[in-house]
């Protein structure tokens, strides 16, 4: 039966069918855990909206449902509903509260998927090829429970002046419970471990090591950012020091740039492609040219390079990718051995497909407008992304992949 295959935290026993932990009522257990999910994080948000509102002026203006409100929609726009703040367009999402709001999905879809792994037909069953709806189902009732939070927090604190979309809200739910969440479902119930038996091992070999890679070049990424920030911390420290802001604010400010850390990580691997990221209409920032304009007092911005002629030695940044890429998979196909030739570059190579087109996904909702003007394009160029990183991703991959199955073959 289902319930027999490993899942997360528990050992299988014979009697699994009959134990009711693991057979408890799906709609039920699943609406709740949609509802734990958004409110997790959502309680989150609105503790810092009030911390914030404190940090600001001390309590001296407002109220604290007015920091309740700011948390609330900024957890709106975690999900893709955007804002109008004095009547412009800010879409931007603040990924590092997105990827909280995913990882709490995964957790609690993974426990999901282990308490209502007892229901639908057993192993040998679904391998005759029987239906087995057990996934779907709290897939469903999951993203219904978390889907009601959105809606509900969407009614309570959007306003005429501030605009949250819900359509947009609803469709990232969706996309989010159901990619994220269905997936740990799954993994939970035991499902996932049937549905990939059936895949080719080289199928499976190269999705490991095309999320292998994506890992590590977004580490890669960081690490970049991280350097660039340093090199330039005076700039940073400057820009804090114009705004004399007090030491409430301050914090405030710094938290900020926390939250769209992830995003500047993929502007920042956007950037070791080679076509890099606009910040603002008109400008360019890449290895080979950097065009910038008026930029906003934001301490994060420090780390990007000074606009003009770029230094010769920033070319070889364009090396980092594909060097990435080959150590990665030939780390992870290892796991996977071949001898032959033909199958370890089709392994590789599309590992660095599949990279390429999910770095691309992550770049493209990692920009957004951010204020009014020219500030309402600021982001990576996706489809350049896309290309380059075929190519770069790609031939890494190759070499990694002919690199796992020459060792391979010297055993």
Request: glycine share 12%; proline share 7%.
């Amino acid at each position: 039966m289902t319930s027999l295959l490993p899942a997360p935290r528990r050992t299988p026993t014979r009697d699994d069918r009959t134990d009711t932990a693991h057979r408890r009522p799906l709609v039920l257990v699943a609406a709740l855990a949609g509802l734990a999910a958004a409110c997790s994080t959502l309680v989150v948000c609105l503790a810092g909206g009030v911390v914030g509102w404190f940090l600001t002026d001390a309590g001296a203006h407002g109220a604290p449902r007015d920091g309740l409100r700011v948390g609330a929609l900024g957890w709106l726009m975690a999900h893709g509903s955007g804002v109008h703040v004095d009547g412009t367009a800010v879409n931007a999402m603040p990924l590092a509260l997105t990827l909280l709001a995913a990882l709490l999905i995964w957790r609690l879809g993974l426990r999901l998927g282990d308490s209502v792994s007892g229901h639908g037909p057993d192993a040998d069953a679904i391998a005759d090829g029987m239906r087995d709806w057990t996934v779907p189902s709290a897939t469903f009732f999951f993203t219904l429970g978390y889907a009601v939070v959105a809606g509900v927090t969407h009614h309570l604190a959007a306003t005429p002046a501030t605009s949250p979309s819900l359509p947009r809200t609803l469709a990232w739910t969706l996309l989010v419970c159901g990619v994220v969440g269905g997936t740990a479902i799954a993994v939970g119930s035991g499902r996932a471990a049937i549905w990939t038996s059936f895949l080719p091992l080289s199928l499976r070999a190269a999705a490991a090591a095309a999320w292998g890679t994506l890992v590590w070049y977004a580490a890669v990424s960081a690490v970049v950012l991280c350097v660039a920030l340093v090199v330039d911390w005076d700039g940073a420290v400057n820009v804090m020091s114009q705004l004399h802001t007090s030491p409430g604010a301050a914090t405030l400010l710094i938290g900020l740039c926390v939250l769209v850390a992830p995003n500047a990580t993929l502007f920042s691997g956007s950037y070791l492609l080679g076509p890099g990221f606009a910040v603002g209409t008109h400008t360019v920032v890449a290895p080979t040219s950097v065009v910038l304009g008026p930029l906003p007092m934001f301490p994060l911005l420090a780390a990007l390079p000074d606009p003009g002629p770029t230094p010769g030695w920033t070319v070889a940044l364009l090396g980092l990718p594909p060097l990435v890429a080959a150590v990665a998979t030939y780390r992870t196909l290892g796991r996977y051995p071949t001898t032959r030739w033909d199958e370890a570059a089709l392994r590789g190579a599309g590992a660095g497909l599949v990279c390429a087109v999910g770095f691309a996904v992550l770049a493209a909702v990692s920009g957004g407008a951010v204020g009014p003007g020219r500030m309402a394009d600021v982001g990576p160029f996706v489809f350049q992304v896309l290309l380059h990183g075929i190519a770069t991703f790609g031939i890494g991959g190759l070499v990694g992949g002919l690199a796992a199955a020459l060792r391979t073959r010297s055993f």
